[in-house]
């Protein structure tokens, strides 16, 4: 009996007690915000931030589609990889599938003898686009061993140059009603939860998962357990490449129109939402559902400013802050984690 009660530690067990999914930070510290945005409306402005139905849907519509691509971030993220490309790659594939998607009676079409196409073309030829960018990046991340920063950050400037030369700078419009109904009312939403909901069953519940955690864990013992790391790292950001193909399309339909500007600094929010929401930039942990709820993090911030009507300026400094602090935490939880 002394020899079990010697083997039980209290502190080890008070620290187990202390142990919360990050999932359940997270929702803490959304919560938090609201409170926050909501407090400051009533003692600012007089009026409610969250108790309007019309301000919930802006901020979901705001941010679903940059979260679209923050699923296949986290993903690369996990495996302690980074895509700066995806920003760049979902800009450049809206402007050719656009291309794909125009009417007849518009005369300064792309492709005049391309028009009033079945909407699966453009659809086809933008996911097929982004999945190309992402066979790329992660070709070249695993047989090269070049840093998947800068594999990318090559990926995303090419990426750029692309949206920019493909019709000379000029935007591209006049799409079919089949392509712009892709993304009317609430679909991005749906297409969002969709897409959340099926990598968060792969991550959780499958091989692809298990290795996926495993790689960003331990590469070396990946390696010896017998997964072939080059194979599944480019399977992981092919994904992210074809998961901002589809929010190239989404995001062209929404806008009934497509420019080279498109996605500018998509990137970075998509990191940030997955930061924010757990994902440690160390690699091996982070959910899906932990991206989404940073990504709900990321909207309430920025409806709650534009609510407070504080300048853009100032918004951008402060999510450059909200970003420094995830990865602080992350930091700190990684040391934590190293001292326990």
Not at 6 to 30: D, F, H, Y
């Amino acid at each position: 009996m002394a020899g079990m009660a010697e083997a039980v530690n209290p502190v080890s067990v008070s620290r187990a007690k202390r142990q919360w999914p990050a999932e359940v930070n997270v929702l803490v510290g959304l919560i938090v915000i609201i409170a926050v945005f909501e407090t400051l409306g009533w003692l600012l402005l007089h009026r409610s931030f969250i108790l309007n139905p019309a301000r919930i849907q802006i901020v979901i519509l705001q941010v679903s589609i940059v979260g679209i691509i923050a699923v296949g971030v986290t993903q690369v993220i996990i495996t302690g990889g980074i895509d700066l490309s995806s920003g760049s790659v979902t800009g450049a594939t809206a402007m050719i599938a656009m291309s794909f998607a125009q009417v007849s009676s518009y005369n300064r079409a792309v492709y005049p003898a391309l028009t009033d196409l079945p909407v699966i073309v453009p659809i086809v030829v933008a996911l097929g686009c982004g999945l190309l960018a992402g066979l790329v990046n992660g070709l070249v991340i695993a047989y090269t061993k070049i840093p998947p920063f800068i594999a990318t950050l090559g990926m995303m400037v090419s990426a750029r140059g692309v949206a920019d030369w493909y019709t000379k700078g000029q935007p591209v419009s006049f799409p079919t009603d089949s392509y712009a109904a892709i993304a009317t009312g609430l679909r991005p939403v749906i297409t969002f939860v969709v897409v959340a909901a099926l990598f968060q069953i792969l991550l959780s519940y499958t091989l692809y998962g298990r290795r996926t955690y495993a790689i960003g864990s331990n590469e070396s013992a990946a390696r010896v357990s017998g997964i072939n790391v080059e194979r599944h790292l480019v399977l992981v950001y092919a994904l992210a490449g074809l998961l901002s193909g589809l929010a190239a399309i989404v995001l062209s339909s929404r806008n009934l129109t497509a420019q080279a500007g498109m996605g500018f600094g998509y990137e970075l929010d998509a990191i940030a939402m997955a930061v924010i929401g757990g994902t440690s930039l160390y690699g091996g942990r982070g959910s899906i559902i932990g991206t989404a709820l940073g990504m709900l993090i990321f909207g309430v911030i920025i409806s709650g400013f534009t609510f407070l009507r504080i300048d853009a300026f100032y918004q951008e400094m402060i999510k450059g802050v909200i970003i420094v602090g995830a990865v602080v935490q992350d930091v700190y939880r990684q040391r934590q984690r190293g001292r326990g």
